[in-house]
């Protein structure tokens, strides 16, 4: 009861005091770059498909829970398409989304500039029937369940060379009311702005050095969160890292290139947030790329 009530606490002060932080925020954004950034699609060259699965505060049971899927590929010399879908569920609620994405890419200078489009939306629902331990059993609000889907698209822009990398993207455009009684909106989906950039550079024989940033921003609901990351990858095949999200958490990595086609990671998120029985957070990832132009061996790419 005592996990249930800091859940509660938690997620009146992050989802409707701050009333924007709906997008999950994955430690590992630089592999999961499409659920971001609609301009990411087709950028590796290849087909590309990962499996991303997050467990938040890994000892509250009904903490959030959220697992993703995306799939995308070069369609054209110049066009990219894609497809993610991510499950988020916290509680007795669940946010489902699904979107499709487009991007058309430029060469310019070193590298290539791809702009991005995608569109679909979020399916919310609540189980609001299913909640235990009620104060007020007669309480109208819990005596029957809720769901609603939400359309949306959202843009983006991702400039890109073999070794280094920058974005901005807004994934959703429209502030959807989610949730709302007879009187006023209680929860709205938030326009959110990501940007985002990296680089590789080379340290020793088999030894590179790849340090990332993120910036998010929710105007006039949160203040905008950083997200630092450092790694070093060996022998283009073992990543080893750490990150450090300004204020909240600190976090390590491990990821490994298994072969040409296949790569897996695991991410450990240690929050810095001063509460009792809080600890941390779990991702796991698994990418598969295939539909390589001829057999010859291709480097990993870095991004």
Not at 86 to 91: F, L, S, W
Not at 99 to 109: A, E, M, P, R, V
Not at 187 to 200: K, L, M, Q
Request: negative net charge; contains cysteine.
């Amino acid at each position: 009861m005592k996990r249930l009530l800091l859940l509660f606490c938690l997620l009146i002060g992050l989802s409707f005091c701050v009333n924007a932080q709906q997008d999950t925020h994955y430690t590992g954004y630089m592999f999961n770059t499409l659920v971001i950034n609609p301009a990411y699609a087709g950028s590796r060259g290849v087909n590309s498909a990962m499996i991303y699965y997050r467990h938040q505060w890994a000892d509250i049971e009904t903490a959030p829970r959220d697992i993703s899927f995306s799939i995308h590929g070069p369609f054209r010399p110049k066009v990219g398409l894609g497809l993610f879908v991510e499950n988020d569920k916290i509680g007795v609620h669940n946010r489902l989304r699904l979107f499709g994405t487009y991007s058309y890419k430029l060469t310019l200078g070193p590298g290539d500039l791809s702009i991005g489009l995608q569109g679909g939306g979020l399916y919310y629902s609540s189980n609001l029937t299913d909640v235990e331990d009620l104060i007020d059993t007669d309480d109208p609000v819990f005596q029957e369940n809720s769901s609603r889907f939400l359309p949306n698209f959202g843009i983006g822009l991702f400039y890109y060379t073999a070794k280094s990398f920058v974005g901005i993207s807004v994934p959703h455009l429209l502030n959807n009311d989610i949730l709302q009684d007879d009187i006023s909106t209680l929860s709205a989906e938030e326009r959110h702005y990501f940007i985002s950039g990296g680089t590789v550079v080379d340290v020793a024989d088999n030894v590179k050095l790849k340090p990332a940033v993120m910036l998010k921003w929710v105007p006039n609901q949160a203040p905008i969160s950083v997200d630092l990351n450092l790694s070093f990858i060996f022998n283009q095949s073992l990543t080893l890292g750490a990150a450090h999200r300004l204020s909240e958490s600190v976090s390590g990595f491990v990821t490994y290139q298994f072969s040409q086609s296949l790569r897996g990671g695991y991410l450990y998120d240690f929050p810095l947030i001063d509460l009792p029985g809080l600890i941390g957070s779990h991702e796991l990832f698994l990418g598969y790329e295939f539909g390589f132009p001829d057999e010859r061996i291709v480097s990993p790419r870095f991004f």
